[in-house]
């Protein structure tokens, strides 16, 4: 090929940079069809694999900082896969794995993408709390019959806004409504109103959610932000700003809340949810005896026993991440989702408090997935689409941070 055929540069800068930009708008759009997910394949999964395929296409790259998170999740899927062979009636069990390894695969895209430029957090932030607060307040509505169809928002007398399930709902407003707190400690004060706003739905929704889970893991992020901004800022008067407006925070959804239980309706099942021991949690076969049960089990099955198949043989679904990984995915799913956690949560750490553009994301999502981590005990979260985010934003700044430091290194030896 001639010189003459070849694009110059400067022409191909452009270009480039303009998929760039349309790409990191997909990728905005996709985040924000997370908070739709009515049934399974949802639009997100749809949308999402186009986009990694298109991705693909234009060079999308694992460096090694990503790579360990790409080898756990495939040895993870592999474990689930296993679980398979054991099955005498697959059913919808291959879709069901099928939707398991395009998550795994967009946590590894996530980290992939925020590697490579690190201002798609803010992006991918602004699209998650812009779904937040129309999922929310769909919810809200739905709750108090203000909409039509007002009952495709509700289950079982709860809000759970363009979801399946009140459960899942709740916790996907942690990190929205952590991201807006984060924005009124540290943010000028004029655009406070939009962001107390944006607060004050998401919380309501969250409580209108009835999920206990999702009260003790907004109640654990708020404490736990105020907490880690406390030990990073040095500024005595900034610690006052923080301590002021967090309380001052506290009082007004304090308030909001008390008005919303004066409803006969809210303040009955509140009460009612409020109870530490529901009667399917300590009753016979209920979700504390079959997690014993179901981990006695496990561990004469190395395989597992294949998704969705706990259910056939208990009452309910486990509840359980880690009874969820013995029995969907083996001994070799749980082993890797272990590590997964174990290495995802030290990255986290290590880098928490140091001072750079992607550090309020990290911390955010650092604090959001300890949270999910917690809940996980009495709740399945392996098919929760911004728990694979959650994985992929706190991998991607890990591997900003080593790129950084290569960078740093390589200029001082210059």
Same mark, same amino acid.
């Given at each position: ?38 049934? #399974? ?16 296409? $234009? ?56 590697? #490579? ?27 108090? &019959? ?36 984060? &924005? ?13 706003? &944006? ?52 009082? $007004? ?46 561990? #004469? ?12 043989? $208990?009452?309910?679904? #486990?509840?359980?991440? +880690? ?19 174990? +290495? ?21 999502? +650092?604090?959001?997935?300890? &949270? ?43």
């Amino acid at each position: 090929m001639s010189t003459a055929s070849v694009p110059h540069p400067a022409v191909i800068r452009p270009q480039l940079a303009t998929v760039s930009i349309v790409g990191s708008g997909l990728v905005a759009l996709a985040v924000f069809s997370s908070g739709f997910v009515i049934a #399974e394949p949802a639009p997100y999964e749809v949308f999402l694999t186009g986009l990694i395929g298109l991705w693909a296409l $234009f060079g999308l790259r694992i460096s090694r900082a990503t790579a360990p998170l790409l080898a756990l999740l495939i040895l993870f899927m592999i474990g689930g896969i296993l679980s398979l062979t054991v099955m005498a009636d697959l059913s919808d069990a291959p879709i069901y794995m099928a939707v398991s390894g395009f998550l795994a695969l967009s946590a590894v895209f996530f980290a992939a993408i925020i590697e #490579e430029r690190h201002r798609r957090l803010q992006l991918i932030f602004d699209a998650w709390v812009a779904a937040a607060v129309i999922t929310a307040l769909l919810g809200i509505l739905g709750y108090f &019959g203000a909409i039509p169809g007002a009952s495709s928002f509700t289950l079982y007398d709860r809000a759970k806004g363009a979801f399946q399930d009140p459960n899942v709902f709740g916790p996907f407003l942690a990190a929205p409504a952590l991201y807006l707190l984060y &924005g009124l400690l540290t943010q000028p004060i004029q655009r406070a109103p939009l962001k107390i706003a &944006g607060l004050l739905v998401l919380t309501l929704g969250v409580f209108l959610s009835f999920s206990r889970a999702a009260w003790a893991l907004n109640l654990f992020g708020v404490l736990a932000l105020v907490f880690i901004m406390l030990l990073k800022e040095r500024s005595g008067l900034f610690r006052l700003r923080i301590l002021v407006l967090a309380l001052c925070g506290i009082l $007004f959804i304090a308030a909001a809340l008390a008005v919303a239980l004066q409803s006969e309706q809210v303040s009955s099942l509140f009460s009612n949810r409020t109870q530490l021991v529901q009667d399917y949690d300590g009753g016979h076969l209920g979700r504390f005896a079959r997690h014993r049960i179901g981990f006695l089990m496990s561990m #004469e099955k190395p395989l597992g026993i294949g998704p969705m198949v706990f259910s056939t043989i $208990f009452p309910e679904d #486990e509840h359980n991440i +880690w009874l969820k990984c013995l029995t969907s995915y083996g001994w070799l799913g749980f082993a890797a989702y272990v590590t997964l956690i174990l +290495w995802t949560l030290s990255l986290g750490f290590r880098f928490l408090l140091l001072d750079r553009p992607w550090q309020p994301y990290l911390m955010i999502a +650092w604090i959001t997935l300890i &949270g999910h981590v917690g809940i996980g005990n009495v709740i399945d979260t392996d098919h929760w689409r911004h728990f694979y985010m959650l994985l992929g934003v706190i991998w991607g700044c890990a591997a900003l941070e080593y790129r950084s430091r290569r960078q740093a290194r390589a200029h001082r030896l210059a």
